[in-house]
């Protein structure tokens, strides 16, 4: 099994920034790819970035140029967010791939609002 806890989301007006941390603990040694999920309420959970243990990073189009994801071998995973806008708002959920497994985290909430 694998574990994992976000840190980092909060309140934050437009055109602010913020960074989520995610720590993996557990069966760690297989992991393949980590990342970062959202969902708004009423909408289905989207891909936000991902990024393999070769560091190959892939972005949603509706956060490129915006958004970084970072790793730290895998056991940490971080996704800085710039020029937040409200259509950002949503419960972010930290993703660890380990062979044909998924793992979540629990999620943290992200709201961008004047």
């Known amino acids: 099994q694998v574990q994992l806890v976000e840190s980092g989301g909060g309140l934050v007006q437009p055109g602010g920034s913020l960074r989520l941390s995610c720590v993996a603990s557990g069966s760690i040694f297989s992991i393949n790819a980590m990342g970062w999920y959202r969902q708004a309420p009423g909408k289905e959970r989207e891909l936000v970035a991902v990024i393999t243990i070769g560091d190959s990073a892939n972005y949603a189009d509706s956060v490129k140029g915006r958004f970084t994801i970072s790793r730290e071998y895998v056991k940490k995973v971080y996704l800085q967010m710039n020029s937040l806008k409200p259509e950002d708002t949503a419960v972010y959920y930290c993703?660890?791939?380990?062979?044909?497994?998924?793992?979540w985290g629990q999620g943290t909430q992200v709201t961008v609002s004047s």
């Open positions: 993703y660890a791939r380990r062979g044909t497994f998924d793992f």
